[in-house]
């Protein structure tokens, strides 16, 4: 199926830990997003990637690093995670930045 | 600073009933704006795309209307179903995607 895929899907650890959260597209696009969902269910981007290169960096703590090893791949590495880190992430892709954005299913990340 | 908002916040209604949900958005400068449906517990399913220059787009049931200059769309839903129960999502792109609150959605038989 060609769609935008996140692993994993939940996510429960505790305070201070680092963990990571990978999202994959086959869908041909050069541009990749990391988006937060928090706890009222408003949506917000954090990070934007076009052709592996940083383009959008919202004001996310540095904790908060995404890394793109190619235009299909990015991942979202957060340290020292903290309580008011969960939240659900959502990953999306799009042709550039001004085209139709297809979103993944959603990593629930739960810190306690 | 780009807002958006989205109007009612929840919204029941029975089943057959045509409906309208509403976006509206502080600056009128925009390249796009899309709709999105969020089911419980899963992603966003993108819906229309209307181009800045476009003044509406239809796929099946749904009608999507774009108004840039006075900062509004509608989203236009025929012969609502159950199974169009979901929270609609409006967002603007201006040099990234900017979501409103949300239209949560029942459609009861």
């Known amino acids: 199926d060609t769609a935008v895929s996140q692993t994993p899907k939940y996510l429960v650890t505790q305070m201070g830990n680092d963990k990571s959260i990978k999202c994959e597209q086959n869908?041909?696009?050069?541009?990749m997003y990391w988006y937060k969902q928090d706890s009222k269910k408003f949506l917000k981007i954090m990070f934007s990637?076009?052709?592996?290169?940083?383009?959008i960096n919202e004001t996310v703590p540095n904790r908060f690093s995404p890394k793109s090893p190619d235009k299909a791949h990015l991942n979202l590495h957060i340290n020292s995670l903290e309580l008011g880190d969960s939240a659900v992430y959502f990953c999306?892709?799009?042709?550039?930045?001004?085209?139709?954005?297809?979103f993944g299913p959603g990593t629930r990340l739960t810190v306690t | 600073k780009q807002e958006v908002t989205q109007i009612p916040a929840a919204l029941s209604v029975p089943e057959g009933e045509n409906l309208v949900l509403n976006c509206s958005f502080t600056?009128?400068?925009?390249?796009?704006l899309q709709w999105f449906r969020q089911d419980p517990g899963k992603g966003l399913t993108s819906l229309l795309l209307?181009?800045?220059?476009?003044r509406e787009q239809t796929s099946g049931r749904l009608n999507a209307s774009l108004d840039k200059s006075s900062g509004r769309s509608t989203l236009y839903i025929a012969a609502s179903q159950p199974g169009d129960s979901a929270t609609y999502l409006c967002?603007?792109?201006?040099?990234?995607?900017?979501f409103g609150t949300g239209t949560r959605l029942q459609v009861f038989p």
């Open positions: 999306a892709s799009s042709k550039q930045g001004r085209n139709e954005q297809y």
């Open positions: 869908l041909g696009h050069d541009t």
């Open positions: 990637y076009n052709n592996k290169e940083l383009i």
């Open positions: 600056d009128s400068a925009i390249y796009n």
């Open positions: 209307i181009q800045s220059s476009q």
């Open positions: 967002a603007v792109y201006t040099d990234k995607l900017i």
